[in-house]
């Protein structure tokens, strides 16, 4: 680096302006040792910490404030919980099991994360966004082993999971197949899919935990989450449609679901059945004008209107007592039994079909849980792991597949439902389960008549905050067109392809703008403000100065092998000089000149007619020295080590010095490493510069030292 002063005849040279500090870094063979022992050591404290760790619960119990939290706590675990209950039976339809699985998967995910998680506020169980794609996962399977995806054949649920080996079916019997020795059918073989997925997606949410991978959830930005979110909604919608008015059409299976469902909802769109539309219109109108309402007069209203729970109980009375089935074929929940079924091991068989689907749901599951935890927890100014909440959230998937429930996550909705209301710990989440506890113990079968419709209902009104996402297009747009892109570009591919193409095709897009942006980044030519040392972008900034025969050019990107040509052309466009074609022009010019001259000479016979005319033809540039304001390049690799080498060369043939100023130390030592700057870095302090100024102020100097010794030399 250049230094405060230079040696002079006077004294000795004083130190550099910065200096660099000598870091000893340790050898990798004693690091992995110390790190080793540290983990192998055992004791009291060690132990008691990573139980502590393990189980947060251990640490903040002890210390609960009884008087100034149990109020809030079982005010918000009520609520949460009658707003659970009807969601927990209406998303199975997305899920493609039985409502009692719903209830089992609420229960079991609160109170996993009561005792692991580490956010006080994040309600976890049952998702609309992991119910479809769970459910989608379900019906392929249950259509590639042959059951009838619009039959509503279904076996009783002891006989499914008491069912003997020597069970023999007689032909009048639905479909079934053979799983772990036993007869399974629909019911049986849908929910055997649905534990076996989200036993691997928490197996995999568990690698992830332990081998500290949750940095994967970085590349999925907010506005693909959001598109993407928006999407799947849009997909739920359309699933749903079809039991807002009565029509049985199986789900399609494959690509372009949305698009297809609606062509088959208007080809049988004259089967309608009159009875389900009109629930629907007037369930959908209760529950719109209850959101309406509690959204406007939200100060006021100390609890949130249970607005679902009031649709429910009035819809099911309605259906019994107006015998809605029997009368207008009018589909019902049907029998939803009390109490638990026996726990039973996921089927490890059914795992190699679903490996590739538990993938998407593991990553989605852990990408919303850990972001509306920190976001909350932001919010009420506390701090949450997300390795725990990792850890958390693997379990409350690995342990309820053992009890027959499906892929669980932290919901947005209920989370926020939970704040509201007076949230203080994660009790809350163990009276919402208590409640859920009583529906399954005593009030499951009161369930038994109410309409499908009206549990389409409530997941399309559980959808408007998503779907009204779309009236902030235009004010994406305005923010950043990049965003406003990568929003529409997942949303489009969620809806019209499929949920987790999607959000394959979301991360890809979004990490390729990335990449484009740093092959195609703004790039400026530096002037100097008045008679300070600030020099800023010419295009952007008036009454700038460029430096007096110095170019000064900032390039506002990594620079890396995947834009190396586009940092040239930028550099070469800007200075307006190619040192190649620069060159190729003076060779050109010196041929032909000597050419005239040897002609002139023979005609003339004056010998240094043509030296003359060549050194004419010598074309001066505007510029001596190229300043490259490395200050926006976080860092470069060897292809730009050797771009930066090349420079140096190809300008240095035509007169031209190249120097660096404002470079990192990570650039800095990579030019280091690359002998950039000569054999021990000799000229470093001759190349290398803290500021731009202080690189302009050597160039010229330098530039009018070799012209006065030029001067001396002529004379």
């Avoid at 339809?93 to 692991?116: D, H, K, Q, R, W």
């Avoid at 998503?466 to 591919?493: C, G, T």
């Avoid at 394959?504 to 703004?522: A, D, E, Y």
Wanted: glycine share 6%; hydrophobic share 45%; with cysteine.
């Amino acid at each position: 680096m250049e230094e405060a002063t230079k040696t002079t005849d006077t004294g000795p040279a004083l130190p550099p302006l910065l200096e660099r500090r000598v870091r000893q870094r340790e050898p990798t063979v004693s690091v992995l040792k110390s790190k080793l022992k540290q983990s192998a050591t055992c004791s009291v404290p060690r132990v008691r910490s990573t139980l502590t760790g393990f189980f947060p619960v251990v640490r903040w119990l002890p210390k609960y404030k009884l008087r100034e939290y149990v109020w809030g706590d079982l005010m918000s675990g009520m609520i949460v919980g009658i707003i659970l209950v009807p969601q927990a039976i209406a998303y199975c339809l997305l899920a493609g099991v039985e409502p009692i699985y719903g209830l089992y998967t609420s229960f079991y995910a609160n109170i996993i994360y009561f005792l692991m998680g580490t956010s006080r506020h994040v309600s976890v169980g049952i998702f609309s966004l992991m119910s479809l794609m769970v459910g989608q996962v379900v019906d392929k399977e249950l259509y590639l082993a042959g059951f009838d995806l619009n039959e509503d054949s279904k076996a009783s649920v002891p006989d499914v999971f008491n069912a003997t080996l020597g069970t023999n079916l007689t032909t009048g019997k639905p479909h079934s197949v053979e799983l772990m020795g036993l007869q399974c059918e629909k019911e049986c073989y849908a929910i055997s899919i649905a534990t076996a997925l989200t036993f691997l997606a928490g197996i995999y949410q568990l690698l992830m935990a332990v081998f500290r991978l949750g940095f994967v959830s970085v590349y999925l930005s907010s506005p693909m989450l959001d598109g993407f979110a928006t999407g799947a909604s849009f997909t739920i919608l359309t699933v749903q449609a079809k039991y807002l008015l009565g029509l049985k059409i199986p789900r399609h299976q494959g690509y372009g679901t949305v698009v297809i469902t609606w062509i088959n909802i208007f080809a049988n769109i004259h089967r309608t059945n009159l009875c389900d539309l009109i629930t629907s219109a007037i369930c959908i109108s209760i529950l719109v004008a209850g959101k309406e309402i509690q959204e406007r007069y939200r100060d006021r209203l100390k609890i949130p209107l249970p607005t679902e729970l009031i649709v429910v109980a009035g819809a099911t009375l309605a259906s019994h007592f107006g015998e809605l089935n029997s009368r207008y074929s009018s589909s019902v929940s049907g029998h939803i039994p009390t109490g638990f079924i026996p726990p039973q091991v996921p089927n490890f068989g059914l795992m190699q079909r679903v490996a590739l689907d538990a993938i998407p749901l593991a990553v989605i599951s852990f990408a919303f849980t850990v972001s509306l935890s920190e976001m909350f927890a932001k919010k009420n100014g506390y701090t949450v792991r997300p390795n725990q909440e990792m850890l958390a959230i693997s379990l409350c998937n690995i342990v309820p597949s053992f009890f027959h429930c499906f892929t669980t996550s932290a919901a947005l909705a209920k989370t926020m439902v939970k704040d509201s209301t007076g949230c203080q710990t994660q009790v809350s989440s163990l009276i919402s389960a208590l409640v859920v506890l009583l529906v399954l113990l005593f009030f499951a079968p009161f369930f038994y008549d109410l309409q499908k419709c009206v549990l389409a209902c409530i997941i399309i009104v559980s959808l408007r905050g998503a779907l009204r996402k779309f009236k902030d297009v235009p004010a994406k747009w305005r923010a950043s067109k990049n965003d406003a892109i990568v929003w529409l570009v997942a949303m489009s591919a969620t809806a019209l392809i499929s949920v987790e193409l999607g959000l394959l095709v979301g991360v890809v897009f979004s990490m390729t703008c990335i990449i484009f942006k740093t092959q195609n980044p703004k790039v400026s030519l530096l002037g100097r403000a008045h008679d300070t040392d600030l020099y800023e972008d010419m295009d952007e900034y008036k009454d700038l100065t460029p430096p007096p025969r110095v170019q000064v050019f900032r390039f506002q990107a990594p620079l890396y092998y995947a834009n190396k040509d586009s940092f040239l052309k930028s550099l070469y466009k800007a200075v307006g000089v190619e040192p190649f074609l620069e060159m190729t022009k003076r060779r050109k010019a010196e041929k032909k000149a000597k050419d005239i001259s040897s002609k002139q000479t023979k005609a003339n016979g004056d010998k240094n007619n043509g030296e003359v005319i060549i050194a004419l033809v010598q074309r001066e540039l505007d510029f001596h020295t190229i300043v490259l304001d490395c200050s926006a390049m976080p860092f470069i690799d060897s292809t730009g080590m050797a771009t930066f080498k090349g420079l140096v060369k190809e300008y240095n043939e035509i007169k031209v010095s190249i120097l660096l100023a404002n470079c990192n130390t990570s650039v800095i030592d990579t030019l280091q490493r690359g002998q950039f700057f000569g054999k021990n870095d000799q000229e470093m302090s001759s190349m290398l510069f803290h500021t731009v100024h202080a690189a302009v102020l050597h160039a010229n100097s330098t530039f009018a030292a070799a012209e006065s010794r030029s001067e001396d030399s002529v004379v």
